[in-house]
Every structure is written in structure tokens, then in C-alpha cells.
């Protein structure tokens, strides 16, 4: 194969050049050697000081682009040089590949690229490498862009956990709901996951002062981590949070209730529902229970009441509306009624600071989604940063400094 070809197609400048190519049908692979001309020196990759000759040198071989079906590895001589300056004895910057990686930049690309649509393990099978391999090209490049993120203009955030593993294990996952982004995952959902959020959005030129809103969920390791965190932020619980704590006591009453009357038998879906989202089939079913007095039905009958709250025009309004609401949900005898009532009354502001705020972390939600989507394809992931690293590729809108 012509020599001159090979160099113009790997990007080639002097002082490297193509020395050999070996090509084997049998063994479907390509072999090319690049090495350096005599008398070369290079610059130094700690401070950019030029005129070092070569130390020393040592065989390395990089995977790049499969020529057509076949495999290919470029090999070559790696110069260390004594810089100039007084950095000492340094490895030599080489232009196909970043330091201490097995590929060429190409190739890493390609990875990239193919991490957004398929899994890990998949890419593996495809590219003929160890999966572990291919994580570490994505824990490199992930964590490489993270660090040139610019969050300075962030002022209202998001969190949210979602699940590892089965079991109590979980990640939190940190929004920009203005840009809608990912800024920061970490494992666990305490206090202290907060506070390193915040610590890293001030390693990325965010002043946690500046964020003036927050919405979660009505955890108290956040509500805590967020008090401590974010002194000016205002917190706003997200109304669809609220309204799972609504719809898990009417579900406790159908629960209890069922056990005295078989009419409520499969219908736990029928009360997660709003009526206009009632199937034709579900909605006579409905209509068949009425004439039953269930506490189910008076349980269900608040719920709906709960959410004209997010109809009112204006805080006050809202606030009137609620302590209405508040007054006949706890005078319902309703056990998981009152205690959820009684839930929303001790977050009583943050509920309220959504006519203000008007934010939700339905964004999260469908992010969570689609986190969960690429964690059942690849059918769950060995570790927590390999987890996280797939989030920052699915939503962190980073951006690579990789070839095209």
C-alpha cells in the first residue's frame, strides 16, 4: 500500500511517517509502523520547550480503524526526551493518541459515538475489545469534558435520585432546568451528596450563593443538604412528587378496605387515574362502584380536589384554597389521608413557593427514563461510575475534544 496515502489518511506531519505496512488476508488484520526521522527533536509536553532530541525510545502499538473488515494497529517507537528547561525525562505527545491509551483518537471517537446508541457490552462484541476497555475510554473523555464544563450562569437546579440496583441503592442526579442538563451525578441521596455538588459547581465557576431555586422531592437528606448548601435558594417540592404521596394513601385506604369488600378487587389502577384518562372499560367499572359508599371512593375524591390546587392563580389564592383542603383531609377519618395532609402541612412553604417558582423536575423524570432505558439494554451496570458515566452521556451536554 502506498506509504504517502497511509500518512495523508492517519494525519501524519514530520518529523513522523509511515515506515511499513503489512497487510495479511489470512489473519484479517493490518499492521502499519510509523516512526520518526534521525535527528528529530520534539517539544517538551510539560512546558512546550523545543530542540529535545529523543533519550530514549519505546515499542508501543495502538488499535485504530478496522480497514474495511480487517483489524488495524499502528506501532511505533515512542521518544522520551530531557527537556530543555529543567522538566526532566518526559514522554513525547504523540499525534494519533492521547497518553497512556491502547487506541488512536479515531478510534476512542468512534467509541464515543457508539457509547450514545447501544450498550457498552454491545460495542465490545463489535469493536473485539474488552468491555472494561471501552469504559475506560469513556470514564477518560466524560471526565475530561466535565472538567472544562462552564456552570457560572447556573441559577435554578434540580435533584433527583434514581435506582443503581435493586435494593435500597441509588444515585442523585443534579439539573440545570434552565439549560437542560446534567451537572453533577454522585452515588448515594444524603446530605453530604449535596454538599459535594456544591462543591462542585464552585470548582466549575457556580457560587452555590447565586442559585436562587432548587425543587426536589421531599427527602430530608436534600431538604437538610439544601438549607446548608444553598442559603439564598428557595426550595420548591415538586408537584409530582406531591401528588405520589396523594395517590400512595389513597392506595393505602383501597389496601385496608379491601380487605372487608371484594368490589375493590382490581381496581388499584382505577384510583391512580384521573377520570379523563379512564379507558371506556375502566370508566363503567367506576361508575358500578358508586352506589357503594367506599372510603376508597372519598379517599380518591380528595386526591382529585388536592390537584385543582395547581389551577389557582396566584399564591394567595393557592394558599387559601389549601388550608380549606387541609381542613376537610384531616377531618375525613381517613388514617393515610390525614398523615398525607399532614405531610404537605409540615412542607407547607415549598408547596406554596410553586406559584412563584413554577419549576418541576418532570425534566429529571424523563432523563431518569431514559437513564433507566440504557441500564436495562445493557442490563445493568457493574458499577455506580459506569452508571454515572452513561447519565453524563445521555444528558450532561459535554463536549468532546475527540476527531471527526
Known amino acids: 500500500m502506498n506509504q504517502s496515502t497511509l500518512e495523508a489518511a492517519l494525519g501524519l506531519t514530520a518529523p513522523w511517517k509511515v515506515t511499513e505496512d503489512r497487510f495479511s488476508v489470512e489473519e484479517k488484520r493490518l499492521d502499519i509502523t510509523i516512526d520518526f526521522e534521525p535527528g528529530s527533536t520534539f517539544s517538551c509536553p510539560d512546558c512546550g520547550a523545543g530542540g529535545a532530541k529523543a533519550y530514549d525510545t519505546q515499542e508501543r502499538t495502538w488499535r485504530h480503524l478496522n480497514f474495511f473488515q480487517h483489524e488495524t494497529y499502528l506501532h511505533a517507537r515512542v521518544p522520551r526526551v530531557e527537556c530543555p528547561q529543567g522538566c526532566g525525562i518526559k514522554t513525547v505527545e504523540l499525534p494519533w493518541t492521547r497518553s497512556r491509551s491502547g487506541f488512536t483518537a479515531l478510534f476512542e471517537a468512534l467509541i464515543m459515538i457508539m457509547a450514545r446508541e447501544m450498550p457498552v457490552a454491545a460495542i465490545a462484541a463489535i469493536v473485539g475489545e474488552h468491555d472494561t476497555r471501552i469504559w475506560r475510554v469513556l470514564h477518560h473523555h466524560v471526565e475530561e469534558a466535565r472538567r472544562e464544563a462552564d ?6 437546579v434540580g435533584m433527583d435520585e434514581t435506582a443503581s440496583r435493586r435494593g435500597h441503592n441509588y444515585i442523585s442526579l443534579f439539573f440545570d432546568l434552565d439549560m437542560k442538563r446534567l451537572l453533577y451525578g454522585a452515588e448515594g441521596r444524603d446530605q453530604d451528596t449535596v454538599s459535594a455538588f456544591a462543591l462542585d459547581l464552585r470548582a ?10 432548587v425543587c426536589c422531592d421531599m427527602w430530608p437528606a436534600y431538604i437538610k443538604g439544601v438549607n446548608a448548601s444553598f442559603p439564598n435558594a428557595e426550595i420548591t417540592f415538586d408537584r409530582f412528587h406531591i401528588m405520589k404521596i396523594m395517590n400512595q394513601a389513597v ?5 385496608q378496605e379491601a380487605t372487608t ?16 384518562n379512564l379507558t371506556a372499560k375502566q370508566r363503567r367499572k367506576m361508575d358500578s362502584l358508586t352506589g ?24 394567595k389564592a393557592g394558599e387559601a384554597f389549601l388550608k380549606r383542603w387541609y381542613f376537610w383531609a384531616t377531618h375525613s377519618r381517613l388514617e393515610p389521608i390525614i398523615q398525607a395532609a399532614k405531610t404537605i402541612k409540615r412542607h407547607w412553604e ?32 457493574r458499577t455506580n461510575r459506569n ?9 450532561g451536554q459535554l463536549k468532546f475534544n475527540l476527531p471527526t
Open 151 to 156: 456552570f457560572s450562569e447556573v441559577r435554578r
Open 204 to 213: 466549575h465557576g457556580c457560587d452555590p450563593d447565586q442559585v436562587r431555586q
Open 251 to 255: 392506595d393505602e385506604v383501597r389496601r
Open 261 to 276: 369488600t371484594d368490589v375493590l378487587k382490581k381496581t388499584r389502577y382505577l384510583w391512580l387515574k384521573n377520570p379523563n
Open 292 to 315: 357503594h359508599n367506599l372510603k376508597t371512593a372519598r379517599a380518591y375524591q380528595i386526591r382529585l380536589t388536592f390537584q385543582e390546587l395547581f389551577k389557582r392563580p396566584d399564591r
Open 350 to 381: 415549598g408547596v406554596l413557593n410553586w406559584f412563584d417558582s413554577v419549576i418541576t423536575i418532570g425534566l429529571l423524570e424523563g432523563f431518569n427514563s431514559l437513564i433507566q432505558a440504557a441500564k436495562a439494554r445493557a442490563r445493568g451496570y
Open 387 to 395: 452508571l454515572i458515566t452513561m447519565a453524563y452521556l445521555i444528558a
